[in-house]
């Protein structure tokens, strides 16, 4: 089953094209990943596919809906973990939970029962009365991807999950992400780490320059181009990698 179809996506601003006409599909319950450098138009896409941003030309549909025409029906059943922390610096753990419920509709005896169930999967049930601004950087991502879980999501768009983190908070990320995928939900990922996409990508699509230079499994990739995906991501994007 197809979750996300994109054709003849474009997205400009002014003269710039931030991705140019590119076409991709995203299957359901597989981890689907948007790899390039910095510019390469990974972030505009993903805002597209959850109603941040309308395309400039093009057509994009979610669970068979136009992103133009249903952004609402949409956004309902995906959640968003973004790259910047724009967690509420005056809440607690908890309270940032209940707040982001609100936003979905979810009434107050409902949220607060989640947010200690997302608390407890993101082992974090003993930060719950704790203010945003005495968390550490990985204990900050945890608790916003148990944020973009709130509302049950069918699709999870996750950019750059897990970059600035140490290793041991990034497989912390990773085994969460598997464990979600596990449970039959999409997931899709921009990354500039290589042994992430490895780790938990079906398959990715490499971009340059709002292009789709190609899509495929890592292990294909590999096989096709020789060496590491990082090494097949060098050679087919001709820059060095960016982290």
């Given at each position: ?84 922390i ?17 936003y ?13 169930k ?9 930060k ?11 204990m ?18 996750l ?12 497989h ?37 320059r ?15 181009h020789?060496?590491n995906l ?14």
């Open positions: 089953m197809i979750i996300v179809t994109a054709k003849k996506l474009t997205k400009d601003y002014g003269s710039l094209k931030a991705i140019d006409n590119i076409d991709f599909e995203i299957l359901k319950g597989e981890c689907f990943g948007f790899l390039g450098p910095n510019g390469a138009g990974k972030t505009t896409a993903m805002g597209i596919i959850h109603c941040f941003m309308p395309p400039t030309s093009g057509e994009v549909k979610v669970f068979g809906m136009n992103v133009i025409e249903n952004p609402s029906a949409i956004k309902s059943r995906i959640g968003v973990m973004p790259q910047d724009n967690l509420d610096p005056d809440l607690t753990v908890f309270e940032n939970l209940i707040v982001y419920a609100r979905f509709d979810i009434p107050r005896k409902v949220s607060s029962g989640l947010a200690w997302l608390l407890d999967f993101v082992e974090m049930r003993e719950a009365n704790v203010n945003i601004k005495n968390l550490s950087g990985g900050k991502h945890r608790l916003l991807l148990s944020r973009a879980l709130i509302n049950n999501p069918e699709l999870l768009i950019d750059e999950p897990t970059t600035g983190l140490d290793p041991h908070s990034r912390s990320v990773w085994d969460k992400m598997n464990h979600l995928k596990s449970k039959g939900i999409t997931l899709i990922l921009t990354t500039h780490y290589m042994e992430e996409a490895e780790k938990l990508c079906d398959r990715v699509a490499i971009m340059d709002g292009k789709i230079i190609t899509i495929d499994t890592p292990s294909r990739l590999k096989e096709m020789g060496g990082e090494d097949v991501y060098l050679k087919l994007t001709g820059l060095r990698l960016v982290v």
